[in-house]
């Protein structure tokens, strides 16, 4: 199949989280599958160009009108090892210095990219069966292939899925904005209430035309048709919900591996796990931690925001450095004030507790390794990947039933020997503190924990598990017609 795949980041080119991740691997899945797969995404300043094999694109040039600004972008094909990406280099939109940002033509410039994905399709003669659009930077294209383009060939049979990968970032904008769009002439197909309102959602708007909704886990899928997590949005949710479906997100399993990892210190296998002790060792000496054999190292690798659970860790975890029972390891950045929290343990108990600002590739891979258990008490995560990284990793980890996470970890059972983490459901210290002391007892069986560990390790996190689902579904859409999706005076 045809399938062009829209998305304001993909890794490695340029990374935020793991949208990313997935806009980087899910379509070399799918090409792996015989799929003709073309990705397009912004070309931001911060791609380093000189890493990766690049061509002038024919036609080399992209213009169109959008709203009252006639637009005129650059085309630059990149090569990532048989992974085709084009990147629409509009200068003055896409050079900031960041990928996303509060300017008032936040919008204009994320339509420029749905517009120019379109454009694009055309100018290659080109007929994409399916759009796969991800997240609101991409929610325009479900309603441009329903009004500006609803007459022209190219997409005549053309499909659209729009994949939620975080409802909390909707991309809500003044209404204002709307002629900037290019939707002045279709303001009926937008949703009314919300402009009476003086305000336009793109997430929403996207959500509205899609023929197809997916999100990034089964539970993630059911979760954000209730009030406690549709941000707003669960009434249209829970009216498409016949068209809505959760796949879940899949890991590179040739960048997280420990047996081929080159980050690692020493790799391991399933058959050499006590090579983990040796990077535990390694990672600790690094950090200027103190090592004793056995002793239970915590990994962190997060951003850091408020639904990651951040906020809950101080309490549990400073009473068990304070006893000397662990070390903690953690990397990550975002909100200053749980940055403090983090640097602050590793203030108070400079032996034991480490944090790194930022984002550093080569001590996440090492965090997984080095770590006992890996801490996600996330309040929601729509799939999550550092618990299947840390799974593959023989790392066990502790974290809230919510979304991903209740897809891919199971309460570990030492009677049955079943279950590869440790599960909490109240979303609080006393939870997850609970957890902790669940999975510190049950290091203390030796063989027990290499059984855990191994049913972590034996789990098939692949893409190609996932793509197969994206597959059919795109199989699916494509052998229906176009669903209908008129103006709704009050969604």
């Known amino acids: 199949m045809r399938v062009l795949f829209v998305a ?31 990705v397009v995404m912004p070309a931001y300043d911060v791609i380093d160009t000189s890493l990766y094999r690049t061509a002038p694109a024919d036609p080399g040039l992209v213009g169109f009108d959008l709203g009252p600004k006639r637009v005129t972008a650059d085309i630059v094909e990149v090569d990532l090892d ?21 300017d008032p033509d936040e919008a204009f410039r994320f339509a420029v990219l749905c517009r120019a994905s379109l454009e694009l399709c055309i100018r290659w003669r080109w007929a994409p069966q399916v759009v796969h659009c991800n997240d609101w930077q991409t929610g325009l294209i479900p309603v441009y292939l329903r009004s500006l383009f609803a007459e022209e060939a190219t997409f005549s049979s053309t499909r659209s899925v729009l994949t939620i990968h975080n409802l909390a970032y909707q991309g809500n904008f003044s209404a204002e904005v709307v002629p900037s769009l290019g939707l002045g002439a279709h303001k009926a197909m937008l949703d009314q209430a919300r402009l009476a309102e003086g305000w336009v959602s793109l997430l929403r708007t996207g959500v509205q035309h899609a023929d197809a909704l997916t999100t990034v886990s089964p539970t993630y899928a059911r979760e954000i048709t209730t009030p406690e997590f549709g941000f707003g949005m669960d ?18 399993t ?49 951003r850091l925001v408020d639904h990651k659970g951040i906020g809950l860790l101080p309490g549990p975890v400073s009473a068990r450095l304070e006893k000397d029972e662990v070390r903690l390891v953690a990397l990550g950045s975002g909100d200053p004030a749980l940055e403090a929290s983090l640097a602050g343990l590793g203030d108070r108990f400079p032996d034991a507790a480490s944090f790194t600002s930022g984002y550093d590739e080569v001590l996440a891979h090492r965090i997984e390794a080095g770590a ?111 669903e209908s999706r008129p103006a709704n005076s009050s969604m």
């Open 8 to 38: 304001s980041e993909v890794a490695p080119l340029a990374k935020t989280g793991g949208l990313a991740d997935v806009a980087g691997s899910l379509p070399r899945a799918l090409i792996q599958r015989g799929h003709d797969v073309r």
């Open 82 to 102: 048989g992974l085709p990406v084009t990147l629409v280099d509009a200068p003055g939109l896409y050079r900031r210095g960041s990928l996303y940002t509060e």
């Open 372 to 482: 006992d258990i890996f801490l996600m008490p996330s309040q929601f995560e729509p799939s999550g990947l550092n618990q299947m990284y840390s799974l593959a990793y023989g790392t066990p980890p502790v974290v809230r039933k919510t979304g991903g996470l209740a897809d891919t970890v199971e309460h570990w059972d030492p009677e049955s020997q079943t279950g590869n983490g440790f599960v909490f459901e109240h979303y609080d210290e006393p939870g997850l503190d609970w957890a902790l002391s669940e999975a510190m007892a049950a290091r203390g069986d030796r063989k027990a924990w290499k059984r855990l560990q191994l049913n972590g390790m034996q789990m098939d996190f692949s893409w190609d598990r996932s793509a197969a689902e994206y597959e059919r579904l795109y199989q699916t859409l494509s052998a229906t017609e176009r």
């Open 254 to 302: 040739q960048v997280w591996n420990p047996a081929i990892d080159r980050h690692l210190f020493y790799p391991y296998s399933a058959k050499s796990l006590w090579r983990k002790e040796w990077n535990k060792r390694r990672l600790l000496e690094t950090l200027g931690l103190s090592y004793r054999e056995g002793v239970t190292v915590l990994g962190i690798v997060s």
């Open 235 to 252: 009434d249209l949710l829970r009216e498409r919900s016949g068209q809505l479906i959760g796949i879940l997100n899949g890991i590179d």
